[in-house]
């Protein structure tokens, strides 16, 4: 079983939305902190939001200046999930989106390199259409 499942990715319209769900097993997402990262065709993967873990300042949530106002990163804590809602959606949103988890108790999620982390899911495609 796979540390963590991403779902669903899509194809959607300009100004449309979607959620995506990063489902861990394992370990508990209370401890860690987890980030959304996105690759689009021909550019480096770049870190969109993450979330802290339970301990640190309550879970406190950072997000790229690029979806700031439009994506809202969330966990369930019962599920042991993280969801990424995507709203007003724009056509350079494209891309393979990948979450990743660092197991951690204490630690910020936005101080964590995207070298430190500990897992990291298969990827999931999200396309927008203009």
């Known amino acids: 079983q796979l540390p963590l499942v991403e779902s669903g990715g899509g194809l959607v319209q300009s100004g449309g939305s979607l959620r995506l769900s990063c489902a861990a097993s394992?370990?508990?997402?209370?401890?860690?902190?987890i980030s959304w990262f996105r690759q689009a065709p021909g550019k480096e993967r770049e870190g969109v939001s993450c979330v802290s873990g339970r301990q640190s300042s309550g879970g406190s949530t950072y997000y790229a200046d690029s979806v700031k106002g439009r994506f809202t990163i969330s966990r369930d804590y019962g599920k042991n999930t993280v969801y990424l809602q995507m709203n007003s959606l724009k056509p350079e949103d494209t891309g393979v989106y990948y979450c990743?988890?660092?197991?951690?108790?204490?630690?910020?999620?936005?101080?964590?390199?995207?070298?430190?982390?500990?897992?990291w899911g298969q990827g999931i495609q999200v396309t927008v259409s203009s």
């Open positions: 990743a988890a660092f197991r951690t108790v204490y630690r910020l999620c936005e101080t964590v390199s995207e070298y430190e982390y500990d897992y």
């Open positions: 394992g370990f508990d997402l209370n401890y860690a902190v």
